[in-house]
């Protein structure tokens, strides 16, 4: 089994940055793709971002393109989302997904 632990959110005025961790114990992800995800009250689940286990590749869903940056190191067993200009719609309760597992989530606020 894996465990995602992820922190980093808190609150932040628009146009600020946060840098959100997810870090897994447990079973390796070294070979695992990544994504983070985000869900606002009332709000379905949505993609943010994704990243190949070698982290060569990654891919992001458009709200957050150019904005956005994933990156993982797997020497850490950890996977970053480095979030730039933060817009009041940014703000979520952040989670890291691996294949099969989900993390706890992480709470973002911006403030306009």
């Known amino acids: 089994q894996v465990q995602l632990v992820e922190s980093g959110g808190g609150l932040v005025q628009a146009g600020g940055s946060l840098r959100l961790s997810c870090r897994a114990s447990g079973r390796t992800v070294k070979s695992s793709a990544m994504a983070w995800f985000r869900q606002a009250p009332g709000k379905a689940r949505e993609y943010v971002a994704s990243?190949?286990?070698?982290?060569?590749?990654?891919d992001y869903g458009e709200s957050v393109k150019g904005r956005f940056t994933i990156s993982r190191d797997n020497s850490q067993s950890t996977v970053y989302l480095q979030m730039d200009n933060l817009k009041p719609e940014d703000t979520a309760v952040y989670y890291c997904?691996?294949?099969?597992?989900w993390g706890q989530g992480t709470e973002v606020t911006v403030s306009s």
């Open positions: 990243i190949a286990w070698t982290g060569t590749r990654s």
């Open positions: 997904k691996s294949p099969l597992y």
